[in-house]
């Protein structure tokens, strides 16, 4: 008889469960971690609450597979690891790890030219049933997952945080933030605080931070921005006016996953200035395309995941020149993954919450 775990399994929308199933065997290459943590992304809130992002619209495939266990924000210890793993000596039973949340086919054409993270096969822990998540006792790691250690005195508040850290790296490299940029990043979720100290460490001549939560507008003042706003008490438009003589920020990071912060963003662009998009979308979003070229000719551009950013995250963690004590405000054990849940969906004064197996 198979050994068994808990797990939650996602068997559709609306329809996360916690279950009894099988611990996972590993086969050549592969690695058995004992998951340690598993943060719960919004991403994960709205894939259970049906966004068409991951279930597509009617006739479209869906990009989830169920039944599969969620969570792409883990890291655990290696309980075991195969030889073939094992002989290249860099991994070890009781290492500390965390693996890149996209496990790349090698074979397409993004894969063979370097761009890994926009794999065409796209196989992302939590999503798809080959490469079940970390919301669970154990997980697997397939032998193509890109596998980082993490340093054994990186405390558990902030090694469950390199996943988002490493996209927020990613963002920032993306937005070609230049010294002496007025840079705007819209939502200070986990994502939009992380996307602070890498954007300081460009030299720009200010970071503003927007949000509705003041909690959120204390933590990212805490954590470097040098100026915060919330849009319902400040007159926006006006403040980024008077920090750039009247033309508007240089950079929008837009990460609130909401239509109002495209909008937002692109009110607050000066001319020619760069608008950087980094959210998931419950659905699409609608905006007046005009601005975009014949009024400002903007740059517009996407970030996907944590492309080859794990390393400078895990360092920036470790050595703290990427501030994120505070933005873990709960912890929760696997059973109340509900309640996990419900705290990131908003209203309830939670920035990350994240899930503590047995």
């Known amino acids: 008889m198979s050994e068994r775990m808990q797990a939650v399994v996602n068997y559709g929308i609306n329809d996360f469960r916690l279950e009894e199933v099988a611990k996972p065997g590993i086969d050549h290459g592969e690695i058995l971690i004992k998951v340690d943590a598993c943060g719960v992304c919004t991403s994960d809130v709205k894939t259970l609450h049906g966004a068409e992002r991951y279930w597509g619209r009617p006739g479209e495939k869906a990009f989830v597979k169920t039944p599969v266990i969620p969570g792409h924000e883990f890291f655990g210890t290696i309980v075991d690891i195969s030889d073939e793993r094992a002989r290249s000596g860099d991994l070890n039973v009781g290492d500390r790890v965390v693996a890149e949340q996209i496990v790349p086919c090698g074979r ?77 990043i819209a939502g200070a979720g986990t994502l939009g605080l992380g996307m602070i100290g890498p954007a300081l460490s460009k030299a720009p001549a200010a970071v503003v931070t927007l949000d509705l939560d003041p909690k959120r507008l204390a933590l990212a003042k805490q954590l470097g921005s040098t100026h915060v706003f919330n849009p319902l008490e400040s007159d926006v438009s006006a403040e980024i006016k008077n920090l750039t003589e009247g033309y508007g920020c240089d950079v929008y990071i837009e990460a609130t996953g909401t239509p109002k912060g495209v909008e937002q963003g692109l009110k607050l662009l000066r001319k020619m200035g760069r608008f950087l998009e980094y959210s998931v979308f419950g659905a699409p979003v609608t905006v007046d395309w005009s601005i975009i070229g014949e009024e400002k000719e903007l740059d517009i551009l996407g970030a996907h995941l944590g492309a080859r950013m794990y390393p400078s995250a895990i360092a920036a963690l470790a050595d703290g020149s990427s501030r994120m004590d505070g933005v873990v405000t709960d912890q929760l054990p696997l059973h109340a993954f509900a309640d996990a849940f419900t705290l990131m969906e908003g209203g309830h004064g939670s920035i990350k919450a994240i899930l503590i197996p047995s």
Not at 130 to 136: S, Y
């Open 108 to 184: 397409c054409r993004f894969c063979r030219q370097g761009s890994y993270w926009m794999c065409e096969v796209h196989n992302i822990f939590g999503f798809q049933p080959e490469v079940n998540g970390g919301m669970a006792d154990f997980m697997k790691f397939t032998k193509a997952s890109v596998v980082h250690k993490i340093p054994s005195s990186l405390p558990l508040e902030l090694a469950v945080l390199i996943e988002p850290l490493a996209c927020a790296f990613h963002a920032v490299d993306r937005a070609r933030i230049e010294a002496g940029d007025v840079v705007v």
